[in-house]
């Protein structure tokens, strides 16, 4: 049981360009969450799904896309990444709404 | 969803019980506290969560006043590995879930 896990681990892109990170939950959770974190700051909520093939926006969503194929993926897109993208993305994933949220590791994005 | 309003940073020293309060004045009929800790370099970890009174677990309690507009985590015995940050949030009862993470409470335990 993995739980909740993130790929790449670290990447550095030019402004510009695209990606995406991968998030995988094998918990059979409903819920997933994108998050991103900058220095010294609390996690700020970019987008969430609510189950496979929904997405909805959070707080900070410009920028960013998001896609729910599979149930225990949730992928987030950057289409033309900017110096201010560079932050730390965090993953989630709950069972429900009320059950606490699993983090995966994080990703490491620098925008240059 | 709810604002929340903690102390930026709180000092200890090993062995002693540390309180950290934390402020939720619009907090709503079904939404649930919940704590998490986060080490440098890692994800944020569940500690505890509740919903009024006081809720005991392994690692720590929760105490919610009647009016539930604040919230306070008690950590006992504190050790220099709960050097950490600490985040209050509320929600989950509705809106898919979505709970605003403020900017936490950095714990520094000293030996």
């Known amino acids: 049981n993995a739980g909740v896990t993130q790929t790449p681990k670290f990447r550095v892109l030019k402004t510009g360009q695209s990606m995406t990170l991968l998030c995988a939950q094998d918990m059979n959770h409903e819920y997933m969450y994108w998050y991103r974190q900058d220095p010294g700051m609390g996690l700020r909520l970019i987008h969430y799904s609510v189950g496979e093939g929904t997405t909805a926006k959070g707080e900070v969503p410009d920028g960013y896309n998001v896609s729910r194929l599979k149930k225990q993926n949730f992928l987030l897109g950057l289409e033309s990444a900017a110096p201010s993208q560079t932050s730390v993305y965090f993953c989630a994933s709950r069972v429900d709404r009320f059950y606490e949220q699993y983090f995966g590791p994080g990703t490491r994005l620098t925008v240059t | 969803l709810a604002k929340t309003t903690q102390p930026i940073s709180m000092d200890s020293y090993e062995g002693q019980e540390v309180n950290i309060t934390c402020s939720h004045n619009n907090i709503a009929t079904n939404d649930y506290i919940t704590w998490y800790q986060q080490f440098p370099s890692q994800g944020p970890r569940f500690i505890i969560q509740?919903?009024?009174t006081k809720v005991t677990n392994e690692v720590a309690s929760l105490f919610i006043p009647a009016d539930r507009k604040s919230s306070t985590l008690s950590l006992p015995r504190v050790s220099l590995s709960d050097t950490a940050v600490y985040y209050c949030l509320v929600g989950g009862g509705t809106n898919a879930g979505k709970s605003t993470f403020g900017d936490g409470t950095t714990l520094t335990v000293k030996p």
């Open positions: 509740g919903y009024k």
